[in-house]
């Protein structure tokens, strides 16, 4: 890049986080049930930003990150899952990347590919527990029990107290012992157990059902 070409490089990038800083979901966290106008019209912008990025830096896998969060937000799971894997291909080293790439790749029903990036995702970090517990739960979605099992164990033996950890595992435990198949996305899995502790008439609230970390 030229001296002009880095200046113009780093102010869009500046610009788009100043927009996004307060909008995106972090972590993976919850699925939003709507975006404000005004919050779409500074995601859309945003989106104009970090695309000028990458027209200067095609390899600035930060802006490609950026831009699979932004269309996570606004509920493009498609869009944001192939920004994250483009991301992947540019920087597999980032752990952040593979749980992103896994989490929508899950959102989508993508059951082998969840399982590849949640896999690629804890090999770059071993000691993220919640990476683990990702791993489980795309391993429960693809529909792997015994491999899910040996994940969430080692999860839920490293930290007995994390809530996600735990009701993977009794999602996990649930399965296996009934024979079913399980829903192969996380909404699917969401609405699931949701109708199955009602039925034991036990409420819980969405609070209480993993988020993905």
Excluded at 155 to 161: E, H, N
Excluded at 186 to 196: D, R
Aim: include cysteine; proline fraction near 4%.
């Amino acid at each position: 890049m030229t001296p002009k070409q880095a200046e113009e490089h780093n102010r869009a990038f500046a610009a788009a986080w100043q927009l996004v800083e307060q909008e995106l979901l972090v972590h993976g966290l919850g699925h939003p049930v709507s975006v404000e106008r005004a919050v779409q019209l500074k995601l859309e912008r945003a989106l104009e930003l970090f695309a000028r990025v990458l027209e200067i830096n095609p390899a600035n896998w930060s802006a490609m990150w950026f831009l699979g969060k932004i269309y996570q937000r606004l509920g493009d799971y498609s869009t944001a899952f192939m920004w994250f894997c483009r991301a992947y291909r540019v920087s597999s080293s980032q752990p952040d990347v593979a749980r992103e790439a896994s989490i929508c790749a899950m959102d989508l029903g993508l059951s082998e590919d969840a399982v590849s990036y949640a896999r690629a995702a804890v090999q770059g970090k071993p000691s993220d527990n919640g990476l683990v517990a990702n791993l489980a739960l795309a391993l429960l979605l693809a529909c792997r029990l015994s491999e899910a099992r040996t994940a969430i164990d080692k999860a839920t033996l490293v930290d007995p107290s994390d809530a996600v950890s735990q009701t993977v595992k009794q999602m996990i435990e649930h399965f296996v012992a009934s024979h079913e198949r399980p829903p192969n996305t996380t909404s699917a899995l969401k609405n699931y157990w949701k109708k199955h502790m009602c039925a034991k008439g036990r409420r819980r609230g969405e609070e209480d059902i993993p988020l993905l970390g």
